[in-house]
């Protein structure tokens, strides 16, 4: 990738966070961590890799995500904002009882949300049906789903591993966010999903290795998804929680929490909106 | 009355003839597609089913992506799976976001016989009715199970399609219209109105011939689609008789009975008495005995009946 362009991916990612913060601190409650560590995915998605339109957010052929673990709605409100299909200045309305922006994705109510999510396991299966779809017609468009890496601790996620390997859904990638920590702590503690290698391999996936916050790699991961034809691909994206906001790094009590006054003067330095 | 037939019969074979009239219907089934019948679907458009394996949850998941694309899908297992084991999924995936997806549920009820009680489902119509927008329908026969499909098909938006696996007389004619959340008044009568549902709409109306022959005057109505309840028929009944039997082959808590009594309790209290299964599990044994064991036969009804009138 070229450096401009490098520059302004960073600078997009860098305008995520910052509405991540900003939706989390003004409704005092919502899921930081999770959201921070897939900020540079979801820049990636919506300005390098997905096909969508937010003037037409609901265009047929367009590329969809489902964001299979939907507490990390932050993340993908605030990159929907810089993408245009929402103001950005609403991320401040975030859980609030008179906004459309809910705790978890409401795709009835927000403009580019594919799908409505927030019960771990069941959005990766409704990724697949997407590319079900896409395949019986005969269409070019992508599905992608990320998914936590504590919700592969779902049984359903392996019931539609097993579906989309068996039907052979090559316009399918999931991302896998590993960020190594789920709400009780490391997830090698609290039920080891690993080695996510060696069993998606072994339902039949293609496997990616990615640095969640390296968009050379994301882009390298992409491009390798999009050239397998006969098995649907999943990234491994290696990311840290709570990346960006230097209290936040992997520190599970971020998980679920929302920063003081003084804290969030804190993260909107590291962010670069103060001097 | 013609042959028998299983409800679950006159859904596969629906799907079939709709399937021709509809490219964007598509079938899902969780390793039973011989049970359910959405086997003579595939055996019609084998490119439109998808067999899940036996993985409902993502089944249920599927069906919504499907239903997000422009498909009408047709998910099917049994009620116990259906309803039972996949309520969240359909809760939140097909509910919440209100999605298009028809889950045909197949095997409902203690008439799935020797199988026992494990998969003897009684519970499916309170689940289902509990979900905010999803509309919950109960076919009585062959024909009402045809139309049934047809208007989930036309309908826009998640419907619950409840199946059983014994075979039941055809009570509907060739006639019969078949309406979203109306019900069906069967035979007129002054002394008590027996509100039924499913298979045991059969069983009322024999009930109101064991009542007859007491001199006792009951009307029947049948309540094929429970949630939109047709509050206004069952008020108009309850103004007319003064005493209410419902008859479910479900548990007495949270089906057609309580929507009834629900009903009623606001509108125009009026005394309800409800035959169902009370409050236990199925067991094994042949479906037909099943129906006197658990009490739901046209004699209980009858009974429960004259129990009503004396509350009056």
């Not at chain 1, 362009?5 to 600078?11: A, S, T």
């Not at chain 2, 419907?159 to 075979?167: D, E, H, K, P, S």
């Not at chain 2, 094929?224 to 479910?248: F, M, N, R, Y």
């Not at chain 2, 009975?257 to 309800?272: D, M, N, Y």
Request: charged fraction near 25%; aromatic fraction near 8%; charge should be negative.
């Amino acid at each position: 990738m070229d450096t401009k362009r490098l520059g302004e991916l960073k600078e997009i990612a860098r305008k995520v966070r910052v509405g991540i913060i900003d939706a989390v601190y003004s409704a005092s409650s919502g899921h930081p961590g999770g959201s921070l560590s897939i900020a540079d995915l979801l820049t990636y998605l919506y300005f390098e890799e997905m096909n969508v339109d937010p003037s037409d957010p609901k265009a047929e052929g367009r590329d969809r995500l489902v964001l299979s673990k939907g507490h990390c709605a932050p993340g993908l409100y605030s990159a929907l904002a810089q993408k245009g299909y929402i103001p950005v200045e609403d991320l401040k309305t975030f859980r609030k009882t008179s906004s459309y922006l809910q705790g978890h994705p409401d795709m009835k109510h927000t403009p580019g949300v594919d799908m409505s999510s927030g019960s771990l396991g069941q959005g990766v299966s409704v990724s697949c049906g997407m590319a079900l779809s896409s395949k019986l017609d005969g269409k070019n468009n992508r599905i992608y789903a990320i998914l936590g890496d504590g919700e592969t601790e779902e049984g359903q996620v392996w019931e539609a591993a097993m579906f989309a390997a068996h039907y052979g859904l090559s316009n399918l990638c999931w991302i896998v966010d590993f960020n190594g920590l789920q709400i009780d702590g490391p997830i090698a503690e609290v039920m080891n999903p690993a080695p996510y290698e060696g069993k998606f391999s072994s339902f039949g996936w293609n496997v990616i290795d990615a640095d969640a916050h390296d968009f050379d790699s994301l882009e390298a991961a992409f491009k390798s998804a999009r050239e397998c034809f006969d098995r649907p691909s999943v990234i491994i994206s290696r990311s840290v929680k709570g990346k960006g906001v230097s209290f936040m790094e992997n520190n599970v009590a971020w998980h679920g929490a929302a920063p003081n006054a003084e804290q969030y003067e804190i993260a909107m330095k590291d962010l670069g909106e103060r001097a | 009355m013609a042959d028998k037939i299983a409800t679950r019969e006159a859904y596969g074979k629906a799907l079939a003839e709709f399937g021709a009239e509809y490219d964007n219907l598509v079938v899902l089934d969780a390793d039973l597609a011989a049970a359910t019948k959405t086997g003579v679907f595939k055996k019609a458009f084998p490119d439109r089913f998808f067999d899940c394996g036996i993985a409902e949850n993502n089944m249920i998941g599927v069906a919504v992506g499907l239903s997000l694309t422009g498909k009408i899908p047709f998910a099917s297992s049994f009620a116990m799976f259906a309803a039972g084991r996949s309520f969240e999924q359909v809760r939140n995936s097909v509910g919440y976001p209100r999605c298009n997806v028809k889950i045909g549920a197949t095997h409902a009820g203690i008439t799935v016989g020797e199988d026992g009680a494990t998969h003897q489902c009684c519970e499916d119509i309170a689940l289902m009715r509990t979900i905010p927008g999803m509309v919950v329908i109960n076919p009585a026969d062959a024909t009402e199970a045809r139309l049934a499909v047809k208007a989930a098909i036309d309908y826009n938006g998640p419907v619950y399609l409840r199946f059983g696996r014994m075979a039941v007389p055809v009570i509907n004619g060739e006639d019969y219209k078949f309406e979203l959340g109306r019900g069906v008044k069967l035979a007129d009568g002054d002394d008590v109105a027996i509100i039924a549902t499913g298979i045991e709409v059969e069983q009322a109306l024999l009930a109101r011939e064991l009542l007859k022959n007491e001199g006792i005057s009951a009307s029947v109505v049948n309540i094929h689609t429970i949630k939109p309840l047709d509050s206004d028929l069952i008020v108009a009944e309850a103004a007319k008789c003064g005493a209410i039997v419902t008859c479910e082959e479900h548990t007495v808590i949270g089906g057609l009975g309580a929507a009834v009594c629900e009903c009623l309790s606001e509108k125009r209290p009026t005394p309800v008495l409800r035959v169902g299964v009370n409050d236990t599990f199925g067991r094994s044994g042949p479906a037909k005995e099943l129906v006197s064991y658990f009490g739901l036969d046209a004699a209980s009804i009858a009974e429960k009946a004259k129990a009503a009138i004396a509350l009056k």
